[in-house]
């Protein structure tokens, strides 16, 4: 299994919502990534996990709130967004922050909107 | 700070003329780039890297991109485009001991058949 597969594809909620998004990847990775990326824009970083402790939080607003339950599993909790949060937003793995391989694989994302 | 810069926002080309989008990074230390794509609604995929060694990368799909560290530069080529190409390129950089990945703002290349 090469993939990230991230889950659900498309959410759309209410700014009183809460909500999770889901990232899965089974190839051992042991660094995972939550990027954002907002209409014709580079992704931007927003965490990192290195052997599911959080390493860096790019100064993201605590509506936002990640979890890594295991190393095959990251999430992202979502509670009282704004709709400027609308993005797509994509998960990372990488094999390790430190090892020999530093490619990123990347999901296919979760496109959410917030109205 | 890290910052990778892209020169052009838009590329519009005929097919089979030759690419070449520019990518510098401001990096302090030692760097790892990166070039990925991104087709019209599909996911980052990964074209080509450069960690060490020949600065004359080869990738995927009949890229290549060339590591010039006194320009600071790793501009991604490719001799001859395809209307398949059309997509959306982004420059990445990270530092040598770390896992923050920087992108560029992008470059939107259409290919016209």
């Known amino acids: 299994d090469t993939e990230v597969t991230q889950t659900p594809k498309h959410l759309v909620m209410g700014m009183t919502n809460k909500k999770s998004l889901k990232c899965e990847q089974h190839?051992?990775?042991?660094?995972m990534y939550w990027y954002k990326q907002k209409a014709k824009k580079p992704p931007e970083l927003m965490f990192v996990?290195?052997?599911?402790?959080?390493?860096i939080n790019e100064s993201v607003p605590s509506r936002f709130s990640p979890e890594c339950p295991n190393s095959s599993l990251l999430n992202l909790h979502l509670h009282a967004l704004q709709p400027e949060d609308s993005a797509l937003y994509l998960c990372?793995?990488?094999?390790?922050?430190?090892?020999?391989?530093?490619?990123?694989?990347f999901g296919s994302g979760t496109r959410l909107t917030v109205v | 700070a890290q910052s990778v810069s892209q020169h052009n926002h838009h590329v519009i080309l005929s097919e089979a003329a030759s690419l070449e989008l520019g990518c510098n990074y401001s990096y302090g230390g030692t760097v790892n780039l990166f070039w990925y794509v991104q087709y019209p609604g599909q996911h980052l995929q990964l074209l080509l890297k450069?960690?060490?060694?020949?600065?004359l990368v080869k990738g995927i799909k009949g890229f290549e991109a060339e590591f010039i560290k006194s320009k600071f530069s790793f501009n991604l080529r490719k001799p001859s485009v395809q209307w398949s190409d059309t997509a959306e390129y982004f420059c990445a950089a990270k530092g040598e001991y770390g896992n923050k990945l920087v992108f560029g703002a992008g470059t939107i290349l259409r290919v016209k058949s």
């Open positions: 996990y290195s052997y599911e402790k959080l390493s």
């Open positions: 450069y960690f060490s060694g020949d600065p």
């Open positions: 990372a793995s990488s094999r390790g922050p430190w090892d020999g391989d530093y490619g990123y694989t």
């Open positions: 190839m051992g990775h042991r660094a």
